[in-house]
């Protein structure tokens, strides 16, 4: 059973790239703000609350969301700046505990079990990391409070903005019971309109089932969403869990038939990518690309290798193999998104003392290029592709 004992907090900054971008422009404060390319591809990063009453969420084509709300104002993200504020914000939570895992740059989980003792109960703890918050950074965050990571992102989605919702455990059944089953954690748009035609509407219905209705819908996993819909997770918070992957996508603003062209852009998001790779001190072993054609059907690609490398000039060459049997595949295709991802990542250690002169060419060739897109941005230079 859940160990009851356990204090967990959710901590989700609210609208934080919106919110960002009004604090620091008092003249966009009130507005309906969105967050994103503005391009006729563009896609909404954020979207503010005044704008969000329209409809407008993150993930939304900007054409769309423009279509919805006329009189939005669209911003270009600030990728550095958001950066800086979630550093602030993660270093309070540190304040409290080092059990902090980071979902994203305005989202964590905080295991706050062991510092009760100093700080008082969990929602004592909330209200205090709120304040600090707002003292900081002039941003509101909304807190859940509970004894597992299931129930205190549940309860921090339950009040936005600025909310602060406790679930106690005599408290989980009359609170969970009514939610759709659509909040469940795992149970995407797909599963719940299965779960619907089934009859399950609420996570009360869930918990009630019998495994044997439920198998059928979740086979294994049956057990588990039952679980969930009562309230019941062990998932531990894992401190600064490592990352699973490093990518870089890019949607065009015109779709691209060009082979040549497509193995150029492809290069380029390469670059990125294993410049990102670096920077965080990672090797990968595993290469992957992301293929999106113009009626939306997605496509992917994954090699393995070994050993694992940073070095640009291997992971390029992987990912433009996997692209070009692709469009052997699919010669004709209108590509509207490419992207290139590394996984498998493990620490880099110590380069080896044996590396060939051409790998230690490439990479020097890789340190110099990271200090200019440092400098001057990741579109400053790209390496040419040889296709």
Same mark, same amino acid.
């Given at each position: 059973?859940?160990?009851?004992?356990?204090?967990?907090?959710?901590?989700?900054?609210?609208?934080?790239?919106?919110?960002?971008?009004?604090? &620091?422009?008092?003249?966009?404060?009130?507005? $309906?703000?969105?967050?994103?390319?503005?391009?006729?591809? *563009?896609?909404?990063?954020?979207?503010?609350?005044?704008?969000?009453?329209?409809?407008?969420?993150?993930?939304?084509?900007?054409?769309?969301?423009?279509?919805?709300?006329?009189?939005?104002?669209?911003?270009?993200?600030?990728f550095k700046r958001y950066r800086e504020i979630s550093g602030q914000? +993660?270093?309070?939570?540190?304040?409290?505990? &080092?059990?902090?895992?980071?979902?994203?740059?305005?989202?964590?989980?905080?295991?706050?079990?062991?510092?009760?003792?100093?700080?008082?109960?969990?929602?004592?703890?909330?209200?205090?990391?709120?304040?600090?918050?707002?003292?900081?950074?002039?941003?509101?965050?909304?807190?859940?409070?509970?004894?597992?990571?299931?129930?205190?992102?549940?309860?921090?989605?339950?009040?936005?903005?600025? *909310?602060?919702?406790?679930?106690?455990?005599?408290?989980?059944?009359?609170?969970?019971?009514?939610?759709?089953? *659509?909040?469940?954690?795992?149970?995407?748009?797909?599963?719940?309109?299965?779960?619907?035609?089934?009859?399950?509407?609420?996570?009360?219905?869930?918990?009630?089932?019998?495994?044997?209705?439920?198998? $059928?819908? +979740?086979?294994?996993?049956?057990?588990?969403?039952?679980?969930?819909?009562? *309230?019941?997770?062990?998932?531990?918070?894992?401190?600064?869990?490592?990352?699973?992957?490093?990518?870089?996508?890019?949607?065009?603003?015109?779709?691209?038939?060009?082979?040549?062209?497509?193995?150029?852009?492809?290069?380029?998001?390469?670059?990125?990518?294993?410049?990102?790779?670096?920077?965080?001190?990672?090797?990968?072993?595993?290469?992957?690309?992301?293929?999106?054609?113009?009626?939306?059907?997605?496509?992917?690609?994954?090699?393995?290798?070994?050993? $694992?490398?940073?070095?640009?000039?291997?992971?390029?060459?992987?990912?433009?193999?996997?692209?070009e049997h692709w469009l052997q595949e699919q010669p004709r295709a209108?590509?509207?998104?490419?992207?290139?991802?590394?996984?498998?990542?493990?620490?880099?250690?110590?380069? &080896?003392?044996?590396?060939?002169?051409?790998?230690?060419?490439?990479?020097?060739?890789?340190?110099?290029?990271?200090?200019?897109?440092?400098?001057?941005?990741?579109?400053?230079?790209?390496?040419?592709?040889?296709?």
């Open positions: 059973m859940t160990d009851h004992r356990r204090t967990i907090l959710h901590v989700d900054m609210d609208a934080f790239y919106a919110a960002v971008e009004q604090h &620091d422009r008092p003249e966009l404060a009130g507005q $309906p703000v969105v967050v994103g390319g503005a391009g006729g591809r *563009g896609v909404v990063a954020a979207a503010s609350y005044e704008v969000r009453r329209f409809g407008v969420h993150s993930a939304m084509p900007m054409r769309e969301a423009l279509r919805r709300c006329p009189q939005a104002i669209v911003v270009s993200p600030r914000v +993660f270093e309070i939570f540190r304040e409290f505990t &080092d059990l902090v895992e980071g979902l994203s740059l305005d989202e964590a989980f905080l295991d706050v079990t062991a510092s009760t003792g100093l700080f008082g109960s969990g929602e004592a703890m909330a209200r205090e990391i709120k304040k600090r918050i707002r003292e900081r950074t002039g941003l509101t965050a909304s807190v859940g409070v509970s004894h597992n990571k299931l129930l205190a992102k549940l309860a921090s989605e339950m009040h936005k903005p600025d *909310g602060l919702t406790v679930i106690r455990p005599e408290d989980v059944s009359a609170t969970l019971d009514p939610l759709p089953v *659509g909040r469940l954690f795992g149970i995407g748009a797909k599963t719940a309109s299965r779960l619907e035609k089934e009859g399950f509407f609420t996570l009360g219905q869930l918990r009630r089932a019998p495994e044997s209705t439920l198998w $059928p819908l +979740f086979r294994r996993e049956a057990r588990t969403f039952r679980d969930r819909a009562a *309230g019941i997770d062990e998932r531990p918070v894992v401190s600064d869990a490592p990352e699973k992957q490093i990518s870089s996508e890019e949607t065009f603003d015109v779709d691209i038939r060009d082979h040549k062209e497509l193995q150029e852009r492809l290069a380029q998001l390469a670059d990125r990518t294993t410049s990102r790779l670096r920077a965080r001190q990672f090797k990968a072993g595993m290469v992957s690309i992301k293929v999106r054609r113009r009626d939306f059907e997605t496509y992917t690609r994954q090699r393995s290798f070994n050993p $694992p490398t940073q070095e640009t000039r291997l992971i390029a060459q992987v990912a433009a193999d996997l692209l209108a590509v509207r998104l490419l992207g290139v991802g590394v996984s498998d990542l493990e620490p880099e250690q110590q380069l &080896d003392l044996f590396t060939s002169r051409e790998s230690d060419e490439s990479q020097r060739l890789d340190s110099a290029l990271d200090r200019i897109h440092e400098r001057f941005g990741d579109e400053a230079i790209h390496r040419g592709t040889d296709r």
